[in-house]
C-alpha cells in the first residue's frame, strides 16, 4: 500500500466526525427511539407524527432548547383548545371556518414576529398546530376532539423524550457559546479600531462596522437563553446584562474617535504627543485580551489628561481634539470592562447579597416593529385563505394534507423576509430524500420484522440526516429530509406499503412547499428592503423624539435598541443595490447623533441658563431635521442653519468660564457638527452673545 493508501486510511483520518454534533445526533436518534416505543406500545393513531415531533423540537444547546420546548408544548396545548373550539362548532359554514382559522393564525404569526424571544415559540407552534390538526378533518369535524387529543399526545411523548435524553446526554451550555461570542466581538473590534486608528476612518465603514453590530444583536439574542441554563452560576445574569451594555458602546465610542481623528489628520499633521498616545492605543489593542488591564488604564488617563491640557479659550482644533481623546478613554474603559467580564464568565459568580436589586434587572432591549409583524401576520393569513380556496374550488381530495403542510411551512418561515430562497432550498433537500424514502418503504421496510429490527434499519438514516441537523450552515435542510422521510414511511400501528398512498402524500408535500413558493413571491418577494429602510426611518423617528424636550427618554434603553436595528439593518445590506438609501444612510452615524442629542439633555441641568437657549435650538433644529427625514422616508441633507445653529452654541460654550472643552454638552455639539457636516470649513470660534 503506497503512502498515500496509508494516510488515506490512518486511525485518525477515519475519526473526522465532530464530537458535539455526534453526541447531538445519537442523543436525538435515542430520544426518537423511545417515542417510538412509547407510541407503539401506547397504540398512539400516528407515530410518525411523534417521531417528526422529535427531531423538530431538537437544539444543538441544551440552554436553548429547553425553552422552546416547554413554549412549543403551550403553544400545541393553546392550538389544540383552538381547533376543538372553532371547527365543531363552524362545520357548517365552512367560509367562516377559514376565515376564523386563518385570522386566528396570523394573529399568532403576528405576536411570533413581534416578540423575537424564545416565547415566540409558543404563538408559532400555536399557529401551526391548529392549521396540522384542523385541516385534515374539516371534511369529518365528528372525530376532532378525539383526534386532537390523541396528536397532543403524540407531541408531549415526543417533547418529553426528547428533552430528557438531551437534557441527560447532551448538557451543553449556553454560557460558552456567549464567552465565545463576546471574545470573538471584542477581537473584530480591538482589529477594526485598529485600522481605523491608522487609516482613513470612511475607507473601514461597511467592511467591519456592521459586522460589529450584527455580532451584538446575535448575542443578545442568545444570551437570552441564558435563564435556562443548565450551570446557571457560570455566568450570572448581572455579568452578561453588563457585557451587553459595553459592547453596545464600544462601537459607537470607537467610531466616534475614528472620525475626530480624521478630521483632525484632514486639517493638519497630528502633533507628536497626540500622534504617540494614538500608536500605543493602537499597540495596546494588539496585544491579546488579559486579566491585568493596567496598561488600559494608564492610556485612559492619558487620554483625558490630554483632553484637558487646551488653550482657553479653545479653538476648534482644541475642541476636536478633546473630543477625539475623551471618546478614545471611553471606548478604553468599555473595552477593558468588557474583556473582564467575558473572562470571568468561566468563574463562578456568587450574588445573594444582590437580590434585593434583581428586580431591576432587565434583560438588552429588542426592537420591536408592529408594522413588520403585522405584515407577516397577514401574508400568512391571506395565504391560508388562499390554499383553502384552491382546495375547496378544485375538490381535490389530498388537498386537506396539502393546505396543512403549506401552512406548516408558511408558519415556520413567517419571520423571514423573504423567505423564498430557504423554501426553494427545503424543496431541492425534500426531492433529494424521496428516493431514500421509497427504498426504505419499498425494499427495507417490508422485510423488517419487529421493533428492535425498524429501530437498527432506521439508524443510519436518522443518524446522518441529525448530524446535518447540527451542523448551523446544513441544518435548514434537515427539516425537509426528516418531514419527507418520516411522513413517506407514514409509521402507524402495522406496516402498509401502498404506491398510490406514497404518491399522493409526496404529491400533498411538494403541492405544500410549491404553493408557499408562490404566495412568498407573491407578498414577501420585496420584503427586505422595505423592512431594512423602515428600520433606518424607526430610528429617524425615535432621534427626532428624543430631540423634543418635552418628551422622555431612557438613554440605555434606547443605546441598546439603536444598535440591535443596526444589527439587523446589517444582515439586509447584502440584498439593497449600492446606490440604495439604505447604503447611502448612515446607521453608525445616527447612532453617534442619537448619543449626542443624550448627552445634551442629559447635561442641561450643568450648562449656565444664559446658554440653555443656544442648545434648545440645537436640539429643535435636530428634531425638524429627523421629523422631516422620517417623514420623506429620504436621507435629506442637513439645513445650514443647523449648522448656524451649533456654530453658536458652540462658540457660546467656548467662550464661558463655566463649561471647560471636556463639557459633555460642548463633546456632544462637536459631535453633531463632525456627524452632519464632516465637509464644513471650521467654525469661528468667539460668541455672538
Not at 449556553?174 to 463576546?182: D, G, L, Q
Not at 427626532?544 to 444582515?571: E, K, N, S
Not at 442619537?594 to 441641568?605: K, Q
Not at 457660546?652 to 471636556?662: C, F, L, V
Amino acid at each position: 500500500m503506497s503512502a498515500t493508501a496509508r494516510a488515506a486510511f490512518s486511525p485518525r483520518s477515519l475519526f473526522l466526525f465532530d464530537p458535539q454534533k455526534l453526541l447531538f445526533t445519537v442523543s436525538s436518534f435515542i430520544a426518537a427511539a423511545i417515542t417510538l416505543g412509547i407510541a407503539f406500545e401506547a397504540s398512539l393513531p400516528r407515530p410518525w407524527w411523534a417521531l417528526l415531533t422529535v427531531y423538530v423540537t431538537a437544539q444543538p444547546m441544551a440552554g436553548a432548547f429547553r425553552p422552546k420546548i416547554l413554549y412549543r408544548l403551550g403553544g400545541i396545548l393553546t392550538g389544540a383548545t383552538v381547533s376543538i373550539v372553532l371547527v365543531p362548532n363552524l362545520q357548517h359554514a365552512p367560509e367562516l371556518l377559514v376565515l376564523c382559522m386563518a385570522a386566528w393564525t396570523g394573529f399568532c404569526i403576528y405576536l411570533a414576529v413581534l416578540d423575537r424571544t424564545p416565547r415566540a415559540f409558543l404563538f408559532q407552534m400555536a399557529a401551526f398546530s391548529t392549521s396540522v390538526i384542523s385541516f385534515p378533518y374539516l371534511d369529518d369535524p365528528a372525530d376532532v376532539f378525539t383526534t386532537t387529543i390523541s396528536r397532543v399526545e403524540e407531541m408531549t411523548v415526543a417533547i418529553v423524550s426528547v428533552s430528557m435524553v438531551h437534557g441527560l446526554l447532551q448538557p451543553w451550555s449556553v454560557t460558552p457559546v456567549i464567552r465565545n461570542r463576546a471574545r470573538a466581538f471584542l477581537a473584530d473590534a480591538a482589529r477594526w479600531t485598529r485600522d481605523a486608528l491608522g487609516q482613513r476612518h470612511t475607507q473601514l465603514e461597511y467592511e467591519h462596522r456592521r459586522k460589529l453590530a450584527t455580532d451584538i444583536a446575535e448575542l443578545g439574542m442568545i444570551a437570552i437563553h441564558l435563564p435556562f441554563d443548565q450551570r446557571p452560576a457560570s455566568a450570572g445574569r448581572r455579568i452578561v446584562l453588563g457585557l451587553q451594555k459595553q459592547l453596545s458602546t464600544i462601537l459607537p465610542l470607537a467610531s466616534a474617535g475614528a472620525n475626530r481623528l480624521d478630521m483632525l489628520s484632514a486639517m493638519a499633521p497630528l502633533d507628536s504627543a497626540l500622534n504617540t498616545l494614538i500608536d500605543d492605543i493602537r499597540t495596546w489593542l494588539a496585544e491579546p485580551a488579559h486579566d491585568d488591564h493596567a496598561a488600559g488604564r494608564a492610556l485612559a488617563i492619558r487620554c483625558r489628561d490630554m483632553a484637558n491640557q487646551r488653550n482657553t479659550p479653545p479653538t476648534w482644533r482644541d475642541l476636536l481634539t478633546a473630543s477625539l481623546c475623551t471618546r478614545v478613554a471611553e471606548f478604553v474603559d468599555a473595552y477593558a470592562e468588557a474583556c473582564r467580564l467575558a473572562h470571568h464568565m468561566d468563574k463562578p459568580v456568587a450574588e445573594p447579597e444582590k437580590k434585593k436589586s434583581k428586580t431591576r434587572e432587565k434583560r438588552f432591549p429588542l426592537a420591536r416593529d408592529h408594522g413588520l409583524a403585522m405584515l407577516a401576520g397577514l401574508a400568512t393569513a391571506t395565504a391560508i385563505v388562499l390554499y383553502c380556496a384552491v382546495w375547496i374550488l378544485l375538490a381535490w381530495p389530498a388537498g386537506s394534507a396539502t393546505a396543512a403542510f403549506a401552512a406548516l411551512i408558511t408558519c415556520s418561515f413567517a419571520a423571514q423576509d423573504d423567505p423564498a430562497p430557504v423554501l426553494g432550498r427545503y424543496l431541492g433537500a425534500t426531492l433529494l430524500t424521496f428516493p431514500l424514502a421509497a427504498f426504505y418503504l419499498f425494499a427495507v421496510l417490508p422485510r423488517v420484522d419487529g421493533y428492535l429490527m425498524l429501530i437498527v434499519t432506521l439508524a443510519p438514516a436518522l443518524l446522518a440526516i441529525g448530524y446535518v441537523q447540527a451542523s448551523p450552515s446544513l441544518s435548514a435542510r434537515a427539516l425537509p429530509m426528516f418531514s419527507c422521510l418520516i411522513v413517506a414511511l407514514g409509521f402507524l400501528d402495522r406496516f402498509v406499503a401502498d404506491f398510490a398512498t406514497f404518491i399522493n402524500v409526496g404529491l400533498a408535500q411538494m403541492g405544500g412547499i410549491v404553493a408557499t413558493i408562490v404566495v412568498a413571491k407573491m407578498f414577501r418577494s420585496v420584503n427586505v428592503r422595505w423592512t431594512a429602510k423602515r428600520m433606518v426611518r424607526l430610528n429617524w423617528i425615535e432621534i427626532g423624539q428624543m430631540a423634543t424636550l418635552a418628551r422622555p427618554f431612557r438613554a440605555a434603553h434606547w443605546t441598546g435598541m439603536a444598535v440591535d436595528r443596526l444589527g439587523q439593518i446589517a444582515a439586509r445590506m447584502a440584498v439593497a443595490e449600492g446606490d440604495d438609501m439604505l447604503h447611502a444612510a448612515d446607521g453608525l452615524a445616527d447612532l453617534r447623533i442619537g448619543r449626542n442629542v443624550i448627552a445634551i439633555r442629559s447635561s442641561l441641568s450643568t450648562v449656565p441658563a444664559s446658554l440653555l437657549a443656544s442648545l434648545d435650538d440645537v436640539l429643535d433644529g435636530i428634531a425638524l431635521l429627523f421629523q422631516r427625514r422620517a417623514r420623506k422616508g429620504a436621507l435629506l441633507p442637513p439645513p445650514f442653519e443647523l449648522l448656524d445653529r451649533i456654530d453658536l452654541a458652540i462658540a457660546a460654550m467656548s467662550a464661558s468660564d463655566s463649561t471647560p472643552p471636556t463639557h459633555p454638552a460642548l463633546l456632544a455639539l462637536v459631535g453633531m457638527r463632525c456627524n452632519l457636516f464632516p465637509a464644513a470649513p471650521p467654525p469661528r470660534m468667539h460668541s455672538h452673545a
